[in-house]
């Protein structure tokens, strides 16, 4: 038995990449998914053993196929292409017969021309309306939380930082924040880098976009920004090179002018405990869901990511753009293969030529560095049963939905733009996921086949699992179960109706899983790129 399963990725023949809104359902016993009838590979939807007979595509299993991984469908000659969602995700490294497994053993990259075609396939999306219970800041910005920041601009000063956020963290000084309600915690974000680097340079650059991002994020009722004094990064040309103002929200010293360690620590923990009252003083209040500018992340992806959590995650993304919120997909080298899908939908040939020319950064930067893009997939990934980076990047730009892009940005730089947007970022998840949250980003919605242990403060992630299996074995770390699409109890359309209620939800105060466990405060890791001298 089979199921013709249409995503994103694949309904490039028609034309454009179109979310498909109910997925057939089938028999829970089906042994396999075709994904497009012009795939030469079928995928396992549970471990299929040699001689496993697939009735209707006349197809014997000759050897053990794992459960999210590919087996030929036609015999393919060495060089041909293979092809997944209607798209090539590799070519034979050797002669595959039907029945065979398909894998890293008999896969290997190729050149191949890619259509961008900017804008062929731009279209106007109905609009709606959306609410959730958000926090309004003096100036308009909405917040999805409330806390109160401490940022280094050096790892020299990062001790310090953690030790003014500690005395305030409520598992080991209950008292400290118990008469301040709706103060969500007292977090540190510190980082590896701030000195050792070109002081012109765009290490620095990037660095301190990243710093001055979370220091303005609405996130955050204040924040008081940690040196060491003597550093390149001095918090001064921070400030003035990102056009910020030290205020009584914004604060700003070093250790070398405080006067040592515990002068400063104290120093620090009496400024939070004079901002608490004043950041306790917030009520959520309905507002729109354009406010929302959610990040889109995968992490520990499987051969079921394309098939189920992306595309349920973007016909969320199609819901949120819909009611005028904001959506930053990014991950460069996980997009690499398919970006033509995103060029076909730019609103203007500017905005796609822009991401073609990130395209390009990237090959160079690969190719100065020693290093291949395809060394994206990780282990985990192949594990569980992707082969190629193009075979991951077709099914990671699924969970960007079927709207317009309406702009590509920089690492770590401020979404003006509202809907679908790209943000260049590399493909590690914590790095990435830093960009999007200093760019504006007041929530992260994470897809994960392998089970990803991952949280983001300020902003709050909401995690996904591909499969049954993910969600029910590591429940404790899981927000929303993605597998009944592959099992065909649900359809996509459902669940992306679920995943945009849930976005809603957690916007308005309730606590993801990863916000329970206390994730956040280590996985803030500014992109370093450059000579550390």
């Keep these: 038995m089979r199921l013709v399963l249409l995503t994103q990725a694949a309904t490039v023949m028609r ?58 469908a036609v015999r393919i000659e060495q060089g041909q292409p293979l092809r997944r969602y209607g ?85 080991i000084f209950p008292e400290a924040l118990a008469d301040y309600p709706n103060i969500d915690g007292v977090v540190a974000l510190t980082h590896g880098s701030g000195c050792a680097i070109d002081s012109k340079g765009e290490a620095i650059d990037l660095l301190r976009r990243t710093l001055a991002g979370y220091a303005v994020h609405p996130n955050f009722a204040a924040v008081l920004v940690v040196g060491l004094g003597c550093e390149t990064n001095q918090i001064q040309d921070m400030l003035d090179s990102q056009g910020l103002k030290a205020s009584d929200q914004l604060r700003a010293f070093t250790i070398q002018g405080t006067g040592g360690t515990s002068k400063t620590i104290a120093s620090g923990i009496a400024q939070v405990q004079s901002l608490l009252p004043q950041a306790n003083q917030v009520t959520r209040e309905s507002v729109s869901a354009r406010h929302l500018i959610v990040g889109l992340q995968c992490g520990g992806s499987d051969g ?93 730009v699924a969970k960007a939905g079927s709207t317009n892009l309406m702009g590509v940005y920089e690492y770590a730089e401020a979404v003006r733009a509202q809907g679908l947007v790209f943000m260049d970022t590399p493909g590690y998840d914590p790095v990435s996921a830093t960009g999007q949250v200093a760019g504006g980003a007041n929530l992260i919605a994470f897809t994960t086949g392998r089970g990803s242990a991952y949280g983001c403060a300020p902003t709050p992630s909401i995690k996904l699992a591909t499969n049954n299996r993910v969600f029910e074995f590591q429940q404790e770390d899981m927000d929303v179960n993605c597998g009944g699409i592959a099992d065909g109890t649900t359809t996509i359309e459902e669940r992306g109706a679920y995943v945009f209620q849930m976005m809603l939800d957690i916007a308005s105060g309730a606590r993801s899983k990863s916000e329970q466990h206390g994730y956040g405060q280590n996985e803030f890791v500014p992109w370093h790129i450059g000579a550390v001298t």
């Excluded at 995928?43 to 053990?64: F, K």
């Excluded at 050096?154 to 003014?164: E, K, P």
């Design 15 to 72: 034309g454009r990449m179109e979310l498909i809104a109910k997925t057939p359902a089938f028999d829970s016993s089906a042994l396999f998914i075709r994904l497009n009838p012009l795939d030469n590979v079928l995928i396992a939807r549970q471990a299929l053993s040699e001689g496993t007979y697939l009735d209707e595509e006349n197809v014997t299993v000759s050897q053990p196929v794992p459960s999210g991984h590919k087996v030929a």
């Design 87 to 171: 798209q090539i995700i590799g070519f034979a490294s050797q002669p595959i017969e039907a029945g065979q497994h398909v894998h890293v053993h008999n896969v290997e990259m190729g050149d191949f021309s890619r259509d961008y075609a900017f804008g062929v396939d731009a279209h106007e999306t109905p609009k709606t309306e959306a609410f959730f219970q958000g926090i309004v800041r003096a100036d308009g910005r909405v917040a999805t939380r409330n806390y109160i920041g401490i940022l280094t601009s050096v790892n020299c000063s990062a001790t310090v930082a953690r030790a003014i956020a500690d005395r305030f963290r409520r598992d």
């Design 304 to 396: 079921y990511s394309g098939i189920t959590a992306n595309p349920e995650l973007g016909n969320a993304v199609d819901r949120l753009v819909a009611a005028g919120g904001t959506a930053i997909l990014s991950e460069t080298p996980e997009i690499y293969g398919a970006e033509h899908l995103l060029t076909r939908r730019a609103a203007s040939q500017a905005i796609g030529e822009k991401l073609v020319q990130r395209i390009h950064w990237w090959e160079d930067y690969c190719q100065r560095m020693n290093a291949e893009l395809n060394n994206n997939p990780s282990a985990g990934n192949k594990a569980g049963g992707l082969t190629t980076i193009l075979e991951k990047s077709l099914g990671a």
